[in-house]
């Protein structure tokens, strides 16, 4: 039992990925782009490569008359992914309770 105790600590930031091999995750990439999807792969330089993944696009424009945000959102569904790591931001772990 001890084994599977050490398996599960989180020593070094790279370990909290780790333990989300094969679970949704959350990733923000820069250019305000932001992936939700499985985690099967990644390596040290946090490339990535996520399955089931749902792409989200924000956009925000100025009106050129009223000069309010216009923000819009763009979703696309991807069945499998290849994610570099230099455009990551965050990447978020499923929540464990």
């Known amino acids: 039992m001890a084994a599977a105790e050490e398996d599960a600590?989180?020593?070094?930031?790279?370990?909290?990925?780790?333990?989300?091999l094969d679970e949704k995750v959350y990733v923000k990439l820069r250019g305000e782009r932001e992936l939700r999807?499985?985690?099967h792969a990644y390596d040290q330089h946090l490339n990535m490569i996520?399955?089931?993944?749902?792409?989200?696009i924000t956009?925000?424009?100025?009106?050129?008359?009223?000069?309010?945000?216009?923000?819009?959102?763009?979703?696309?569904?991807?069945?499998?992914?290849?994610?570099?790591?230099d455009g990551i931001i965050l990447v978020s772990p499923p929540l464990r309770s």
Not at 50 to 56: I, N
Not at 60 to 74: A, C, L, M, P, S
């Open 50 to 56: 996520l399955g089931d993944v749902e792409e989200t």
């Open 37 to 39: 999807g499985r985690l």
């Open 59 to 85: 956009t925000v424009d100025i009106d050129d008359e009223t000069y309010e945000e216009i923000i819009k959102t763009q979703k696309r569904m991807v069945p499998f992914l290849f994610v570099r790591g």
């Open 9 to 20: 600590t989180v020593k070094e930031p790279l370990d909290l990925i780790r333990l989300s």
